[in-house]
Nanobody, 114 residues
Framework: VQLQASGGGLVQPGGSLRLSCSAS???????LGWYRQTPGRQRELVAT???????HYADSVRGRFTISTENTKNAVYLQMNSLKPEDTAVYYC??????????WGQGTQVTVSS
């Protein structure tokens, strides 16, 4: 199983970015998600979406970020609006199978700065 993430970059506060992640290989998805990590801190959940379409967000991003999927492409997206400097991090996409196996993308840097 391989996950390929893209879409990170530098954006000003208040701006928007859209992250994309596509999965290839053989798997049965339980849920897909995005996590982020900054230096010296543990990786934290940003948003997840289950195979039935139920989404969950961290309190810090609820109302600003939207997670979505495109099942035909085994893809997951993260639309990030009203970005803040504290959103700066490396963002990782995650795929969890029905057997509770976790797979991670390579990470994409998001920097929010003026």
């Amino acid at each position: 199983v391989q996950l390929q993430a893209s879409g990170g970059g530098l954006v000003q506060p208040g701006g928007s970015l859209r992250l994309s992640c596509s999965a290839s290989g053989s798997f049965v998805i339980d849920d897909l998600g995005w996590y982020r990590q900054t230096p010296g801190r543990q990786r934290e959940l940003v948003a997840t979406i289950s195979s039935s379409g139920i989404s969950h967000y961290a309190d810090s991003v609820r109302g600003r970020f939207t997670i979505s999927t495109e099942n035909t492409k085994n893809a997951v997206y993260l639309q990030m609006n009203s970005l803040k400097p504290e959103d700066t991090a490396v963002y990782y996409c995650n795929l969890r199978t029905v057997y509770s196996d976790d797979y991670w993308g390579q990470g994409t840097q998001v920097t929010v700065s003026s």
